[in-house]
């Protein structure tokens, strides 16, 4: 990358990172996120003090896709459907830069608000070493898991966001994605579906599967750490902020 066309990127960068802070819906989904992943970890969970388990993989990271399900897209979908509704689109696209720069400088400003909402969840961590003796492996593969699967959320509310200047549209299509993305590799579901198809469509179930970003998520959350799983997350980011870009292009043309 050029360094003027880094410069664009970190201005429209630093301007959507900024406006974030200048909204109270930010602080409010925050608060919502920590109270939502400590009543889950500490109530539902019912971690460490029933039933002895010092790992973090069932009772604090099993919660967060669903969590981000519904978060995640409650950030993101200001990213574009803001600018349509302002008229500000018309205004950013005359601007000396590319539909490329701006869309990486606003998809990282909300992945930075994620990963300072991801960080305020450390007191968890150090909950569970004062308690327990917890194997770190599991608990930094978690949080890497953590944080691609609420990326992945944002990057298809990225792309719902492009078409529509409606918040509320985008908010209800991109939740129904990440639902769908999330449901179709669920055990249960999988297993349901399996017993009822015939065995040469078994394969393409299984496919289909395989394209949920439950599968990949839980496989990083034991502890393993599998480039596959990585690449899966950095493909469908990938994808979907190269759909938000095709979507850039036809509002513009």
Known sequence: MKSRDLENTLAIFKRE???????????????????????????????LLETNNASLTETFFAWHPWIYIVLAPAVGMRLWSEEHRLGTFELLMTMPLSPWQAIIGKFFAAAMVWLIGLALTFPVVITVCWLGNPDPGPMITGYAASYLYALGCLAVTSAA??????????FIVSV??????????????????????PAAL????????????????????RGIFVLRDVLY???????????????????RA
């Open 17 to 47: 990172f900024l406006s974030y802070f200048n909204s109270p819906v930010l602080y409010v989904i925050v608060v919502i996120y920590l109270l939502a992943t400590m009543a889950f970890t500490f109530f539902f969970g019912q971690m």
């Open 161 to 170: 966001s492009a078409y529509t200047r409606s918040q509320v549209v985008c």
């Open 176 to 197: 129904a994605l990440c639902i769908t993305l999330t449901l179709i590799g669920h055990p249960g579901i999988l297993n349901t579906v399996l017993s009822t198809v």
């Open 202 to 221: 078994e394969p393409v179930v299984r496919f289909i599967s395989y394209l949920s970003f439950m599968d990949h998520f839980f496989e990083m959350t």
């Open 233 to 251: 997350f950095v493909s469908v980011i990938a994808v979907a902020l190269i759909i938000t870009h095709m979507g850039l292009r036809s509002k």
